[in-house]
């Protein structure tokens, strides 16, 4: 499909399904409580939940009805970390049940782009918290996203050098700010447990970021890297595959949250994956324990964990917050407190719980259905029938019969 076309696709798809809907004979879970509230309905008007209830005597007038067959509705997921950057990502991301994401950056603002395609309807989703650019010592090249980035050629790490990119993002539009706490763990040169910035240079971009209202998340694999980010001031750690007992209760204690990101770990070890070096699939299969073991000391403590799929949705990739679900509940998790982490405390972390994240009145109508009870089985996420993102049908899946 051309990207013209695809475009005109998204555009249409929005005019189209952005009617008043009526979805009848679901089972819903709120994400609120631990139960299914059993053969109910829907409407939604302008974009969000107009009404939740038993199913009505006769259909509404001027709303077109959806029979959702029997099957499980619930809000849709978020992806607390990801680098979507074109138009057939955030299609592959809604198509996944993800109406909603936080960047982790992109190389040319992409994201805030997205965002604004977004929310002025020009495509259904999904809503972007867009990072703009990384903060990060070594900008290669991405210098060419903007004139200004120019003198940081050289690199970003005295307090003017990191103010001066925080500026820029915060003037591109970025809502959020994403710098790094230590090195990657997908360059076979890296070693991620290495530290980037001190606490010193983190508490810069914590500050700066703050004149403009907005918050920061930290890219930290290592220990030491994240201690020092949660002491500057975080908002969330990213990945934190070495996290000790005591920077995991620091961060109780400061009410920081965990994107462990484990479903990118697993691909790093496995052959053939989007990283595919040998290295790096030692380093993985090492690293995986190690962040199996941070996850579930995190959830004995208390500490809030959000997915995040950390992928760009490309063609090839697999990584999906349906299956980071699925490993938060193999490490200890119910379904219920893996669901609530793909939704309603992601919405929270992105500061979005008033807008999504649970089925209310009043919220944006962001819906995923699913064919069997979540609540029981996590890996119904994986199989998404039906997709409304801010009211528009992205996905439908059903009916399977012809008649």
């Known amino acids: 499909m051309k990207l013209s076309n695809f475009v005109l696709f998204f555009f249409v798809l929005t005019t189209v399904s952005s009617q008043n809907l009526y979805i009848k004979n679901v089972h819903i879970f709120d994400g609120n409580s631990e139960k299914i509230i059993e053969n109910s309905s829907i409407k939604i008007k302008d974009g969000s939940i107009e009404w939740i209830g038993k199913q009505l005597i006769e259909n509404p007038k001027d709303y077109i009805v959806i029979d959702g067959l029997g099957y499980y509705m619930m809000s849709g997921m ?120 001190t606490t010193e240079q983190l ?16 890219h930290a694999h290592g220990d030491e890297g994240a201690r020092a980010a949660v002491e500057a001031g975080a908002l969330s750690i990213e990945h934190g595959t070495y996290l000790s007992k005591e920077t995991l209760s620091l961060m109780k204690a400061k009410g920081v949250y965990l994107v462990p990101t484990l479903i990118t770990i697993e691909d790093l070890k496995i052959p053939g994956g989007e990283y595919s070096n040998p290295t790096l699939e030692l380093r993985g299969k090492f690293m ?78 962001d819906l995923i259905l699913l064919p069997k009870n979540p609540l029981t089985n996590i890996m119904a996420l994986q199989d998404v029938l039906m997709v409304i993102s801010n009211g528009n049908v992205a996905l439908k899946r059903i009916p399977f019969n012809l008649d």
């Open 78 to 197: 978020i992806d607390a970390h990801t680098h979507i950057s074109d138009l057939k990502a955030a299609e592959r991301a809604l198509n996944s049940g993800v109406t909603t994401v936080r960047s982790a950056s992109t190389s040319s603002y992409q994201d805030v782009s997205l965002a604004n395609l977004s929310k002025t309807g020009v495509i259904p989703g999904p809503d972007v918290i867009s990072a703009g650019v990384y903060v990060t010592p070594h900008l290669g090249e991405t210098i060419l996203a903007d004139p200004r980035l120019s003198v940081l050629s050289n690199g970003v790490r005295t307090d003017d050098e990191l103010r001066l990119l925080v500026k820029i993002n915060a003037d591109r539009g970025a809502n959020v700010i994403k710098t790094r706490g230590t090195e990657r763990a997908g360059l076979p040169e890296t070693d991620p447990r290495q530290q980037t910035y």
């Open 288 to 365: 995986m324990p190690e962040a199996e073991s941070a996850v579930k000391n995190a959830i004995a403590l208390g500490v809030k964990i959000a997915t995040g799929a950390d992928n760009d949705y490309s063609a090839e990739s697999t990584t999906r917050v349906s299956l980071e679900a699925e490993h938060f509940v193999r490490l200890g998790m119910t379904n219920f407190q893996a669901l609530q982490s793909a939704t309603k405390i992601a919405a929270e972390l992105l500061g979005l719980e008033n807008q999504t994240g649970t089925v209310e009145v009043g919220k944006e109508a």
């Open 203 to 218: 508490k810069v971009v914590v500050d700066e970021a703050a004149k403009h209202n907005l918050k920061v998340m930290v």
